[in-house]
C-alpha cells in the first residue's frame, strides 16, 4: 500500500507541477499565435504559426456508442494523408462526405479544426482552456496518496487497533467521496468557468471535512 500510495503521490507532483503548467503555456500560446504570412511555403510540417490548408475528404466515422464513441475525418493533401479525430459529430463532421473539400488549421504539426462553407469544427488537438479538470486529476491523486499513507501507517503501527481506519470503516466511503468530489467539483468547474485555481482547495476541503465525520462520529452500534 505504502509503494501504491508513493507512486500516487508521484503522479500528483506531475499533474501539478508539470502537466497544469504546460496545459496552461500550450493554450496561451496557440491563442497568441498569428496566421502564417500569405502566400509563405512551409519549410517544415512543424510550424508556430497558423496555416491553413485545402484537404480532401477521403472518409469519416461517426459512431455513437456507449463506451468508445468514435468521430474522425479521414483527409489527405498533396502534402499530407491523416485522421483528424473530433470530440462530436457536430456541427460538420455529420455532413461530411468522401470527396468534399475542407480547409484545416494547422498549428504545431496538428490538424486543430476543420472549415466548410463557413461551419468550423475543432478537433481535439486544438489547445483548450479547460485547465480546471486537470487540477482536480491532480488533488484527486494527492489525496488518495494521503489516503492509502494513513491507513498503511496505521497498519503498520497498530495493527489490531485500527479502529475505523479500515476499507470497511471509513475507506471505502472515503475512497468514493474523492471520486465524487473530484469529478463533482471537476466537471462544473470546466461548464461554468470557475478559475482552476479554486478547484484543488475546494476537492481538498469536501474531502477532509467528509473525513473528520467519519472518523469523528462513532458508528452506531447495531
Avoid at 507512486?7 to 501539478?16: H, S
Avoid at 455532413?95 to 472549415?115: E, F, K, M, N, S
Wanted: proline fraction near 6%; aromatic fraction near 8%; hydrophobic fraction near 45%.
Amino acid at each position: 500500500m505504502t509503494l501504491v500510495s508513493l507512486a500516487l503521490a508521484a503522479g500528483c507532483v506531475f499533474v501539478l507541477t508539470d502537466w497544469l503548467p504546460a496545459d496552461l503555456a500550450r493554450y496561451k500560446e496557440y491563442r497568441a499565435a498569428e496566421h502564417c504570412p500569405t502566400g509563405s511555403t512551409p519549410d517544415a510540417w512543424w510550424e508556430d504559426c497558423l496555416r491553413e490548408i485545402e484537404l480532401s475528404v477521403v472518409d469519416t466515422v461517426v459512431e455513437d456508442r456507449a463506451r468508445n464513441s468514435e468521430y474522425r475525418a479521414t483527409v489527405e493533401s498533396d502534402r499530407v494523408r491523416g485522421d483528424v479525430h473530433i470530440g462530436d459529430p457536430g456541427p460538420l463532421l455529420d455532413t461530411l462526405r468522401a470527396g468534399d473539400t475542407v480547409v484545416g488549421t494547422a498549428w504545431r504539426g496538428d490538424i486543430v479544426a476543420l472549415t466548410k462553407d463557413g461551419v468550423r469544427q475543432k478537433s481535439i488537438n486544438e489547445p483548450r482552456d479547460e485547465p480546471q479538470m486537470i487540477a482536480a486529476a491532480g488533488a484527486g491523486l494527492g489525496l488518495l496518496a494521503l489516503l492509502g499513507l494513513t491507513f498503511g501507517t496505521a497498519r503498520l503501527a497498530s495493527p489490531r487497533n485500527l479502529g475505523p481506519l479500515t476499507w470497511s470503516g471509513s475507506g471505502k466511503k472515503l475512497f468514493f467521496t474523492n471520486l465524487a468530489a473530484t469529478f463533482g467539483v471537476g466537471l462544473p468547474a470546466v461548464w461554468i468557468g470557475i478559475p482552476w485555481q479554486f478547484v484543488t482547495p475546494t476537492i481538498v476541503v469536501v474531502w477532509l471535512g467528509v473525513g473528520f465525520l467519519l472518523l469523528a462520529v462513532p458508528r452506531s452500534e447495531k
